[in-house]
């Protein structure tokens, strides 16, 4: 498989459970508390990799034990980590909450990932060796467009998850070849209302827009018009946190691998489905394995 290369944050998670979500100035008892890895980039990393793909992960870590912790992740993995850069910061955190139905609250400190303002020059031979590059939000978007650019240059497919959500430059956007919105950040970036046409209007100039839309699963646009839709993979959620991550890094590694958009967005749809069965964000990342057993399950 060709190399996925993946520009990103790097966090480490402590995530607590409650049977329901505080009030404004509110008190509750959490019933759990672990600390797991996390961050969009690793996340994505992690969901790719244990799809079989061949993955370099270029981020900023402090040089601490949270950045250590984080490097041994990568390493389980199988994860190329000589782009993690250790800097003078602390590594990011993310403190998450989650309720009795799965559903979180993010409060994340950037930390390392904030001093993620540029690429080095091992990180564009990185970028630009790749056959996709995958992107989000959560680093500086001085690095995340000169990523794009260095992918786009080296003939990579550009995958960019826009969140958080932001004002993202129309010369970074261009360089964009699959956006991969949820159907808040669709209808945020578009201002379009109606998440399907949010995903329409956001393609454009050649782009793919792919818009997850939780329980309804997923859609494909292309040219201004919805091409495909992808039926969602009923499951009882145990915890959301980096079902997106699932999706977005099981939809680089596919493609990587040479399957069409559409091939890729339906084994994208079980990882992220098996994803949220199952507690923590890197952790719950499934297997190529798991990912085959359940579309064989799913074939007529």
Do not use: W
């Amino acid at each position: 498989m060709k190399r996925v290369c993946v520009v990103g944050s790097a966090n480490v998670d402590t995530v607590v459970r409650v049977d329901r979500h505080p009030n404004g100035g509110e008190t509750v008892v959490a019933t759990d508390r672990a600390r797991h890895a996390g961050g969009k980039g690793l996340n994505q990393a992690v969901a790719a990799a244990r799809l079989g793909a061949n993955v370099a992960l270029r981020a900023r870590i402090g040089d601490d034990p949270d950045g250590a912790f984080l490097r041994a992740v990568l390493i389980t993995d199988s994860i190329d980590p000589s782009g993690v850069v250790a800097v003078d910061a602390q590594t990011g955190t993310a403190d998450i909450a989650v309720d009795a139905a799965g559903e979180n609250t993010i409060i994340v400190y950037p930390g390392a990932n904030g001093s993620f303002t540029e690429l080095t020059g091992d990180d564009e031979r990185a970028v630009a060796h790749a056959a996709v590059v995958l992107l989000q939000g959560e680093i500086p978007l001085t690095a995340v467009a000169a990523a794009a650019q260095a992918g786009h240059d080296g003939g990579a497919t550009v995958i960019l998850t826009p969140a958080p959500v932001q004002p993202f430059p129309a010369s970074l956007l261009d360089l964009v070849d699959v956006l991969v919105p949820n159907e808040h950040e669709a209808v945020q970036l578009a201002g379009v209302d109606d998440p399907l046409g949010a995903a329409c209007a956001l393609s454009s100039e050649g782009r793919t827009v792919v818009v997850t839309l939780g329980a309804s699963g997923s859609a494909i646009a292309r040219g201004g018009a919805i091409t495909s839709r992808i039926a969602a993979i009923p499951t009882r959620p145990v915890d959301t946190t980096g079902a997106g991550d699932a999706f977005v890094g099981a939809l680089g590694a596919m493609l990587a691998l040479g399957l069409s958009i559409e091939q890729a967005a339906e084994t994208a749809s079980v990882a992220a489905a098996l994803s949220v069965s199952r507690a923590g964000a890197s952790e719950s990342m499934p297997h190529l394995d798991e990912v085959n057993a359940l579309l064989a399950a799913r074939q007529p």
